[in-house]
């Protein structure tokens, strides 16, 4: 003979289960932790974003004045000496190994009568694997304007040469690029020549191949 039910028991049980709020805290919780790591993602995200764009501004400045600064002559060796001295300083970006540093010395272009306009990219070295050309121009390329974008171009006058520095990185997310996508981020300086009086630049330790700079190597190695 099966038992007969209790409404009672049941009344009191839901009764029970209302005043219940031990998994309250749990229940809200779970709610709103979907939100709460999109926020810390994403805060990361920008944060680590911003810091990254500063950084790569203080080394293309950084490079640019370094470069512009070798007295008396420069040397590939000086070069070199340049991107080893930055690759060290760059932390964890990894410049080199996830974009394009180049440096260009600008001069203007004696060869033509409007020589105060016309510009000439007498060199230009190269360091990084990613396979991006500088956005101004290559070596002995004469430009008819100064270097730079727009309006914000940077022209060299007689006997004063002017080193501009391009970058180019493709950014490293903390975590996803669903955030802010794939970018390539593009930074540039330049620095007027101090104190230099042979601007061509040297080979004194007859480096060959891709122990120089040259843009014709896509490597890291420094």
């Given at each position: 003979?099966?038992?007969?039910?209790?409404?009672?028991?049941?009344?009191?049980?839901?009764?029970?289960?209302?005043?219940?709020?031990?998994a309250v805290a749990y229940l809200e919780f779970a709610l709103s932790l979907p939100a709460v790591l999109g926020?810390?993602?994403?805060?990361?995200e920008l944060a680590n974003l911003a810091i990254v764009h500063t950084r790569l501004s203080q080394i293309a400045?950084?490079?640019?004045?370094?470069?512009?600064?070798?007295?008396?002559?420069?040397?590939?060796?000086?070069?070199?000496?340049?991107y080893f001295g930055m690759s060290k300083g760059d932390g964890s970006l990894n410049l080199l190994e996830h974009?394009?540093?180049?440096?260009?010395?600008?001069?203007?272009?004696?060869?033509?009568?409007?020589?105060?306009?016309?510009?000439?990219?007498?060199?230009?070295?190269?360091?990084?694997?990613?396979?991006?050309?500088?956005?101004?121009?290559?070596?002995?390329?004469?430009?008819?304007?100064?270097?730079?974008?727009?309006?914000?171009?940077?022209?060299?006058?007689?006997?004063?040469?002017?080193?501009?520095?391009?970058?180019?990185?493709?950014?490293?997310?903390?975590?996803?690029?669903?955030?802010?996508?794939?970018?390539?981020?593009?930074?540039?300086?330049?620095?007027?020549?101090?104190?230099?009086?042979?601007?061509?630049?040297?080979?004194?330790?007859?480096?060959?191949?891709?122990?120089?700079?040259?843009?014709?190597?896509?490597?890291?190695?420094?």
């Amino acid at each position: 003979m099966s038992a007969r039910p209790n409404p009672g028991r049941w009344i009191a049980f839901a009764a029970r289960l209302r005043r219940d709020r031990s998994a309250v805290a749990y229940l809200e919780f779970a709610l709103s932790l979907p939100a709460v790591l999109g926020l810390f993602i994403g805060g990361s995200e920008l944060a680590n974003l911003a810091i990254v764009h500063t950084r790569l501004s203080q080394i293309a400045s950084a490079t640019a004045d370094n470069a512009a600064r070798v007295r008396d002559r420069i040397d590939e060796a000086d070069i070199n000496e340049i991107y080893f001295g930055m690759s060290k300083g760059d932390g964890s970006l990894n410049l080199l190994e996830h974009g394009r540093l180049i440096i260009s010395s600008v001069e203007d272009n004696t060869a033509t009568t409007t020589n105060l306009t016309d510009q000439k990219i007498v060199w230009q070295r190269c360091k990084g694997v990613k396979n991006a050309a500088s956005s101004y121009g290559v070596e002995a390329q004469v430009l008819s304007q100064g270097i730079g974008a727009g309006t914000r171009r940077i022209s060299a006058t007689a006997g004063n040469p002017v080193i501009f520095v391009q970058l180019f990185y493709d950014y490293q997310p903390l975590f996803t690029n669903a955030i802010f996508g794939t970018q390539v981020i593009t930074y540039s300086s330049a620095f007027s020549v101090r104190d230099r009086a042979d601007n061509s630049i040297q080979n004194g330790g007859n480096l060959a191949g891709a122990a120089k700079a040259t843009c014709n190597y896509f490597n890291a190695a420094v």
